[in-house]
């Protein structure tokens, strides 16, 4: 018996399928963003329009039938409210076809469960950093078990200020990617460095930058951008490290594709001990599986169903962790 996810919280519309923990399909449709970025209508209208497609590969790739769906879970939130709605529709009209309970996950508890099990880790502390988001968390039991935030980003995602420079400098796409690639052979430059016990914020690097492309080279600013704000994440996840006293380290979300903040994070693991791990990029990226990871979880430990909602706002620490 098979748990089918179904993500829509952004830009990617995704279904993926897991049994017993063992990820069998994971499919997906991408908007593609252009210069005006994301417009939610029009993304929410693009994931309507692709939504049974992508459901039914990843049933068709995972071999299964509908009748074999045990359980469905959707992207509850955070994100945006149309994309998330068509994803909950969608899991919603599944369920009722099936007779399947519906689980709604938070995103963020997403992206760090399909790592923290493909490493088969027990406690972590957590990096999760993307465009919507940049928090350090680990479970913690009280008031209720629950992944707490140790410290966040007190403006932007870490994800959104990659983008919202490319855009700025021009670069296509304008993604982190991109900036990373420009970012090779650069010199360094002075940068603004904003970090608060373990919290941190963006936006001054951000509009640093932006006003540094009069005076300097794209691939000097880009270059001083990654390395301080990367830098930042590392210096507050450090100090979160030494306060919990974790022994694990997993860093997830589509920044957590960037191989460099991998090679700072890992060297600064090592130097404490610590074993580090970050998923492959397919699970970094958005995508169906790691929801389906999820309500499975929720599943197998006894979760109660829910009626279906979105929470644009959703935050990983009110959640409960039955598992
Ligand atoms: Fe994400």
Same mark, same amino acid.
């Given at each position: 018996?098979?748990?089918?996810?179904?993500?829509?919280?952004?830009?990617?519309?995704?279904?993926?399928?897991?049994?017993?923990?063992?990820?069998?399909?994971?499919?997906?449709?991408?908007?593609?963003?252009?210069?005006?970025?994301?417009?939610?209508?029009?993304?929410?209208?693009?994931?309507?329009?692709?939504?049974?497609?992508?459901? +039914?590969?990843?049933?068709?790739?995972?071999?299964?039938?509908?009748?074999?769906?045990?359980?469905?879970?959707?992207?509850?939130?955070?994100?945006?409210?149309?994309?998330?709605?068509?994803?909950?529709?969608?899991?919603?009209?599944?369920?009722?076809?099936?007779?399947?309970?519906?689980?709604?996950?938070?995103?963020?508890?997403?992206?760090?469960?399909?790592?923290? +099990?493909?490493?088969?880790?027990?406690?972590?502390?957590?990096?999760?950093?993307?465009?919507?988001?940049? +928090?350090?968390?680990?479970?913690?039991?009280?008031?209720?078990?629950?992944?707490?935030?140790?410290?966040?980003?007190?403006?932007?995602?870490?994800?959104?200020?990659?983008?919202?420079?490319?855009? &700025? &400098?021009?670069?296509?796409?304008?993604?982190?990617?991109?900036?990373?690639?420009?970012?090779?052979?650069?010199?360094?430059?002075?940068?603004?460095?904003?970090?608060?016990?373990?919290?941190? &914020?963006?936006?001054?690097?951000?509009?640093?930058?932006?006003? =540094?492309?009069?005076?300097?080279?794209?691939?000097?600013?880009?270059?001083?951008?990654?390395?301080?704000?990367?830098?930042?994440?590392?210096?507050?996840?450090?100090?979160?490290?030494?306060?919990?006293?974790?022994?694990?380290?997993? =860093?997830?979300?589509?920044?957590?594709?960037?191989?460099?903040?991998?090679?700072?994070?890992?060297?600064? =693991?090592? =130097?404490?001990?610590?074993?580090?791990?970050?998923?492959?990029?397919?699970?970094?990226?958005?995508?169906?599986?790691?929801?389906?990871?999820?309500?499975?979880?929720?599943?197998?430990?006894?979760?109660?169903?829910?009626?279906?909602?979105?929470? +644009?706002?959703?935050?990983?620490?009110?959640?409960?962790?039955?598992?």
């Amino acid at each position: 018996m098979a748990v089918l996810g179904i993500e829509s919280s952004a830009h990617t519309f995704g279904a993926g399928v897991t049994e017993r923990g063992k990820i069998l399909a994971n499919c997906k449709s991408m908007y593609k963003i252009g210069g005006t970025g994301m417009i939610p209508m029009k993304v929410a209208d693009f994931h309507a329009r692709n939504a049974r497609k992508v459901i +039914q590969d990843a049933i068709t790739k995972s071999c299964i039938c509908e009748g074999d769906i045990e359980a469905i879970g959707y992207t509850k939130g955070p994100g945006l409210g149309p994309c998330l709605r068509v994803g909950q529709l969608s899991a919603k009209t599944l369920a009722d076809s099936v007779g399947a309970p519906l689980f709604p996950v938070n995103h963020c508890i997403g992206h760090i469960e399909i790592t923290r +099990q493909s490493f088969g880790m027990k406690d972590p502390l957590v990096l999760y950093v993307s465009g919507g988001n940049s +928090q350090i968390l680990a479970i913690a039991e009280e008031p209720f078990r629950h992944y707490k935030v140790y410290g966040e980003t007190l403006d932007i995602g870490v994800g959104n200020m990659l983008d919202n420079f490319a855009r &700025a &400098a021009g670069l296509v796409p304008a993604w982190g990617s991109k900036v990373a690639e420009v970012a090779k052979g650069g010199s360094y430059i002075r940068m603004p460095y904003t970090v608060k016990g373990m919290d941190f &914020a963006f936006t001054g690097i951000l509009t640093h930058s932006i006003k =540094a492309l009069s005076g300097s080279g794209v691939s000097d600013v880009a270059y001083s951008l990654q390395e301080t704000s990367f830098a930042m994440l590392c210096e507050a996840t450090e100090r979160a490290l030494m306060l919990s006293g974790k022994m694990e380290l997993l =860093a997830c979300g589509g920044v957590a594709q960037s191989s460099r903040l991998k090679a700072m994070l890992g060297a600064m =693991a090592r =130097a404490h001990g610590v074993r580090f791990g970050a998923a492959p990029d397919e699970f970094n990226a958005d995508n169906g599986a790691m929801i389906a990871v999820v309500a499975e979880e929720m599943l197998r430990s006894g979760s109660e169903p829910e009626p279906p909602a979105i929470d +644009q706002r959703s935050r990983p620490d009110a959640v409960r962790i039955t598992w």
